[in-house]
């Protein structure tokens, strides 16, 4: 059973920096594809930076430059480091994950089954 579980977020003050941390099981690293999303407030799900089984990856423009994803194979863990963090970076932020996603869908919701339950973000300025 995949399992995903997001922590790390929190209030921060505007070009501060957080560490997301979405703590991953069922799956073997190798094998899928995850991805980070945010939901602010009556907006749509937006992908932010996703990564497949063949190391192809996706980011935003929204936070090129400014977000980064790592993994920690040994804890199953995927990162996301957040920097110059915006008011607009303020939302809902949900880690996803599904066994194959070509590169081009990377990015988008639907093409993922398995979700966390989201961490909160929010960034004053």
């Known amino acids: 059973q995949v399992q995903l579980v997001e922590s790390g977020g929190g209030s921060v003050q505007a070009g501060g920096s957080l560490r997301l941390s979405c703590a991953y099981s069922g799956f073997t690293d190798s094998s899928y594809a995850m991805a980070w999303f945010r939901q602010a407030p009556g907006k749509e799900r937006e992908g932010l930076i996703g990564?497949?089984?063949?190391?192809?990856?996706a980011l935003s423009d929204s936070v090129k430059g400014r977000f980064t994803v790592s993994k920690d194979n040994a804890k199953n863990t995927l990162y996301l480091q957040m920097n110059s963090l915006k008011p607009e970076d303020t939302a809902m932020y949900y880690c996803?994950?599904?066994?194959?996603?070509?590169?081009?869908?990377?990015?988008?919701?639907?093409?993922?089954?398995?979700w966390g339950q989201g961490t909160r973000v929010t960034v004053s300025s």
């Open positions: 996803a994950a599904n066994d194959w996603v070509a590169r081009q869908f990377l990015l988008a919701a639907p093409r993922y089954d398995y």
């Open positions: 990564i497949n089984s063949a190391r192809s990856t």
